[in-house]
């Protein structure tokens, strides 16, 4: 599975953004999807999850209100739409995708492996006071 990430750029404090992901390759094996990001200097944090049917989110605290993570299976697509974005949100934003099957064998007779984790390159989120 590859993932590649879009949409970021500079945009002013109280602006907002729509960043996406798009999957390919072996798509079937994706699980819970999720944006994180690291601000310079600073660790990877969690921004958002998502589970494989959208059906529960998660949130970090200093984002719940202002961001909403979404997901289009049948395009492979996850996106996560930033609004009242701050200076603080500044940083290069991750998409994950959880793998759980090996192989379209695996997928069909759902034989789960442990969760592995795909990550894409990021996409760069400045934001400007």
């Known amino acids: 599975v590859q993932l590649v990430e879009s949409g970021g750029g500079l945009v002013q404090a109280g602006g907002s953004l729509r960043l996406s992901c798009a999957a390919s390759g072996s798509t079937f094996s994706i699980n819970a999807m999720g944006w994180y990001r690291q601000a310079p200097g600073k660790q990877r944090e969690l921004v958002a999850t998502i589970t494989l049917g959208g059906g529960r989110t998660n949130y970090a605290d200093s984002v719940k209100g202002r961001f909403t993570i979404s997901r289009d299976n049948a395009k492979n697509t996850m996106t996560l739409q930033m609004y009242s974005l701050k200076p603080e949100d500044t940083a290069v934003y991750y998409c994950?995708?959880?793998?759980?099957?090996?192989?379209?064998?695996?997928?069909?007779?759902?034989?789960?492996?442990?969760?592995?984790?795909?990550w894409g390159q990021g996409t760069l989120v400045t934001v400007s006071s």
């Open positions: 994950k995708a959880d793998l759980i099957y090996t192989s379209y064998a695996d997928y069909v007779r759902d034989i789960r492996r442990t969760p592995l984790e795909v």
